[in-house]
């Protein structure tokens, strides 16, 4: 349960240092494989929940519902969307203690 815990904040750590804005203020770069990699882990979750964990699979179901409907174009165009889905992935973040 240890690795998928650690696998979920990997994720999520990357996911939120990649939608954040530069220091600069500008938007880094998004690639296609942080919402790939998103999407990967939800359906990993699903079967590495050995123990029926009710806290990993809320913080699945939580990042299934940041990304869903979101792709790696969409979050370079839109705003809103990044920052929506960044809010999302940083809530998780501090919802569960890593």
């Known amino acids: 349960m240890k690795d998928a815990w650690d696998r979920l904040h990997g994720c999520l750590t990357r996911m939120s240092d ?5 220091e600069n203020g500008d ?7 942080v919402i790939e990699q ?3 882990l939800v359906e990993l979750l699903k079967h590495f929940n050995l123990t029926g964990d009710a806290n990993m699979e809320m913080a699945r ?4 519902r940041a990304i869903n409907g979101h792709d ?3 979050l370079k165009e ?3 969307a990044r920052e929506a889905v960044k ?12």
């Open 61 to 64: 179901k939580d990042l299934e």
């Open 18 to 22: 990649r939608l954040a804005d530069d």
């Open 78 to 80: 839109n705003h809103v």
């Open 27 to 33: 938007r880094k770069r998004i690639h296609s494989t």
């Open 87 to 98: 809010n999302r992935v940083d809530a998780i973040l501090s919802k569960f203690n890593f």
């Open 72 to 74: 790696a174009d969409d």
């Open 38 to 40: 998103g999407v990967e």
